[in-house]
């Protein structure tokens, strides 16, 4: 499982090299750009992270602000055995001392060589349990079978499951965020069904489906009489959960006065129905999700602050499934396997056509990967083939670089560039896959360098957000 440490800079130049450059070191980073950001961040999980990353010289010009050393301070008033790494660009005995008098447990210097950064974060991180490191991809497999009931074997996907084992004896609201398409409400589902109320109802609705009125008498129901058009009384789905769950399914999208009746749902257990004087007590547990930054949204005033702290209690995030590629082939086998059962023929995949889907970056996730392998599955005649999906994620057959050259016509310098690149970034991700994810072990399956693959693949990464981006901005 990954570890996690906090960056905070003023920079954002430098707030994204660190990102990419612990990416590469499988450690996660999360960033903030002032001193008083990364306390609130620290603040709120103040035991997610295992080390701290931390600017000297963050005040303004204008003397406003916060440096490293006070910053310092008040993380380790939070939490006083947080290891912090202080960096600055000018390196004296006094701001040595400075640094090392507020708490940090060491001082680098900006600019010197980056593997030395990493090399002493991760000294600095806890030792990973060997046994749970070890965890073989069968094990995970069945680990995300039996508490999800879903598909896959990477890591990401094993540590929310553990996050649920350990959130089922509790019976607080979860908020779960991810990416639309990544399962948030397979996820939901799980939650429900390893907490004490599993033999109740799980009821769901998308918040973002309905407008303001109908999807307060769907969450709460009215009574009849209540407004044009409420011939009958009608029972919300808060009250069908009784007992239960409900899940509140894009939950940043639903209205801030409806909000407000959400939160005292949650605060009081009792719900009011349109047109009713007098609440009712319901027994109910709430899991909620969204694609959106529900932070960002609190800050800037689109969602409720009050809701959001009671809401993050408990929280799950899922990685989208470009984050998590080992995921992918057990996902296709899967699908496939549906398709079999469905119609009683065997369409066996090719292992350049598996190769193409890991290679993909599945903007749309598990939902978007569904529907391109049950298309391709409809469309190939005995066996699956890249030119089956060829329309949806890649080139068609036409604009193959083997299908110009087999017409005599001239490649163009683009197409070249990036036919080299995807296969650079297959036999990248080979060598991770054979090697367990050991990036010692797959440079020397490759040949190379070890700190020459963590170069191009981060190249190789940067090339390919460029791309999504110049996509996105095209439609």
């Not at 990477?154 to 959130?167: G, H, N, P, T, Y």
């Not at 360098?449 to 963590?454: D, E, G, K, V, Y």
């Amino acid at each position: 499982m990954k570890q996690s440490i906090l960056a905070i800079d003023n920079d954002p130049l430098v707030l994204m090299s660190i990102k990419m450059l612990f990416d590469d070191a499988d450690i996660e980073v999360e960033t903030a750009a002032s001193g008083e950001i990364g306390v609130a961040l620290f603040r709120e999980q103040p035991n997610r992270f295992s080390a701290v990353l931390l600017d000297f010289e963050m005040k303004n010009k204008d003397g406003s602000g916060m440096d490293g050393d006070e910053v310092a301070v008040l993380l380790k008033k939070i939490q006083p055995e947080v290891r912090i790494v202080m960096v600055s660009g000018v390196e004296d005995q006094e701001i040595v001392n400075k640094c090392l008098a507020a708490g940090a447990e060491k001082f680098i210097r900006k600019g010197l060589d980056p593997s030395n950064l990493i090399a002493v974060v991760i000294s600095m991180l806890p030792k990973v349990d060997e046994e749970t490191d070890a965890r073989n991809d069968l094990e995970r497999q069945q680990r995300i079978r039996c508490t999800l009931k879903m598909v896959g074997s990477s890591r990401e996907l094993c540590q929310v499951a553990d996050m649920i084992s350990k959130f089922a004896a509790f019976d607080e609201p979860v908020l779960i965020l991810g990416e639309s398409g990544v399962g948030k409400e397979g996820i939901a589902k799980a939650v429900h069904e390893n907490s004490s109320r599993k033999h109740k109802k799980f009821v769901a609705i998308n918040c973002a489906a309905f407008g303001k009125d109908l999807l307060e008498s769907e969450l709460f129901g009215h009574e009849r009489g209540a407004f044009t058009g409420a011939m009958n009384k009608k029972i919300g789905l808060f009250e069908h959960a009784d007992g239960g769950t409900i899940f509140l399914d894009e939950i940043g999208d639903m209205p801030l006065d409806l909000q407000v009746k959400i939160l005292r749902a949650l605060q009081e257990k009792t719900i009011q129905p349109v047109g009713s004087l007098s609440p009712r007590k319901i027994d109910f547990r709430v899991v909620a999700a969204t694609h959106r930054n529900l932070r960002e949204a609190a800050e800037h005033g689109t969602f409720r602050q009050d809701l959001y702290y009671r809401l993050k209690y408990l929280t799950i995030e899922v990685a989208p499934l470009r984050e998590r590629p080992e995921d992918i082939e057990p996902l296709v086998r899967y699908f496939i396997n549906q398709m079999e059962e469905k119609t009683g023929l065997k369409k066996p995949i090719s292992d350049s056509a598996l190769r193409k889907l890991k290679s993909h970056s599945w903007p749309g996730n598990v939902r978007d990967l569904e529907a391109v392998v049950k298309k391709a599955f409809v469309m190939s005649d005995v066996r699956i083939t890249p030119q089956a999906f060829a329309e949806d994620i890649g080139d068609s057959s036409g604009n193959d670089i083997e299908a110009i050259l087999a017409r005599g016509e001239i490649i163009k310098h683009e197409d070249f560039v990036r036919r080299v690149e995807e296969q650079e970034r297959i036999l990248l991700q080979r060598a991770m896959d054979l090697t367990d994810n050991k990036k010692g072990a797959a440079a020397a399956l490759l040949g190379m360098n070890h700190n020459t693959m963590n170069y191009r693949r981060l190249v190789l990464r940067m090339e390919e957000g460029k791309q999504v981006a110049s996509k996105a901005v095209a439609k």
